[in-house]
């Protein structure tokens, strides 16, 4: 079962309308990828049955359709050839799975761990608009990597209009090969960030009745 909070409990729909694009951030690794299935962990929706070299794939096609429009963001460590080629292979798995999606790559320093985590961070921010719907695939990256993603969504989702967090996946255990959901965890340090904002006496417990709330609505 997917856990998750609400998507607006603890953040007001702002008025007026944009056109929504569905974006998803992915990570293209220094290193030749081979062909796995992804079991799908705490969220049926990104279950996949094919084979695929990038678990960004199930999230794709989890939550698009063949005709809307989707841009996808891979994340390349600059001057690293094997990351440009996963890159262009992810292309072609885009077409067999028939999703015509806009490809904006990001080049990064990311031998320099914190320093190019910061340069992705200021590079991925100007790429959110309002009104989009976000995916995040969280696999082949450093910590460092991971926490600029996850920033720069952050960003998106308080300071723009009407951007939802639709799915943030990561790596599962040592050895296999999954797709974990960590959405809920991601919507939970929103929501914490909020309540501290607002001096909320007894955060925890707001915390985990809303989370109760977001599994008694599915």
Same mark, same amino acid.
């Given at each position: 079962?997917?856990?998750?909070?609400?998507?607006?409990?603890?953040?007001? $729909? *702002?008025?007026?309308?944009?056109?929504?694009?569905?974006?998803? =951030?992915? $990570?293209?690794?220094?290193?030749? @990828?081979?062909?796995?299935?992804?079991?799908?962990?705490?969220?049926?929706? #990104?279950?996949?049955?094919?084979?695929?070299?990038?678990?960004? =794939?199930?999230?794709?096609?989890?939550?698009?359709?063949?005709?809307?429009?989707?841009?996808? #963001?891979?994340?390349?460590?600059?001057?690293?050839? %094997?990351?440009?080629?996963?890159?262009?292979?992810?292309?072609?798995?885009?077409?067999? $799975?028939?999703?015509d999606a806009l490809i904006t790559s =990001?080049?990064?320093?990311?031998?320099?761990?914190?320093?190019?985590? #910061?340069?992705?961070?200021?590079?991925?921010?100007?790429?959110?608009?309002?009104?989009?719907?976000?995916?995040?695939?969280?696999?082949?990256? %450093?910590?460092?990597?991971?926490?600029?993603?996850?920033?720069?969504?952050?960003?998106?989702?308080?300071?723009?209009?009407?951007?939802?967090?639709?799915?943030?996946?990561?790596?599962?255990?040592?050895?296999?090969?999954?797709?974990?959901?960590?959405?809920?965890?991601?919507?939970?340090?929103?929501?914490?960030? %909020?309540?501290?904002?607002?001096?909320? *006496?007894?955060?925890?417990? $707001?915390?985990?009745?809303?989370?109760? @709330?977001?599994?008694?609505?599915?």
């Amino acid at each position: 079962m997917h856990s998750s909070l609400p998507l607006n409990c603890f953040k007001g $729909i *702002k008025p007026g309308k944009e056109k929504i694009m569905k974006k998803f =951030i992915c $990570i293209m690794p220094t290193s030749v @990828l081979e062909s796995h299935v992804y079991e799908a962990v705490g969220n049926e929706k #990104i279950g996949y049955q094919n084979s695929t070299s990038f678990p960004i =794939i199930p999230l794709i096609k989890g939550y698009t359709e063949s005709e809307e429009d989707l841009q996808v #963001i891979p994340v390349l460590t600059a001057s690293d050839s %094997t990351s440009l080629s996963n890159a262009v292979s992810l292309t072609h798995e885009l077409e067999a $799975i028939d999703r015509d999606a806009l490809i904006t790559s =990001i080049n990064a320093d990311l031998s320099k761990s914190v320093d190019g985590s #910061i340069e992705l961070l200021t590079k991925l921010i100007p790429l959110f608009e309002d009104g989009d719907q976000v995916c995040v695939c969280l696999h082949f990256g %450093t910590p460092a990597m991971q926490f600029a993603i996850i920033s720069a969504l952050q960003y998106a989702y308080r300071a723009l209009r009407n951007v939802s967090i639709e799915c943030v996946c990561t790596q599962g255990e040592s050895g296999k090969y999954q797709n974990v959901d960590i959405t809920a965890l991601v919507q939970a340090g929103e929501l914490l960030q %909020t309540l501290t904002e607002r001096r909320a *006496k007894d955060p925890a417990r $707001i915390l985990s009745m809303t989370l109760a @709330l977001g599994e008694d609505e599915e």
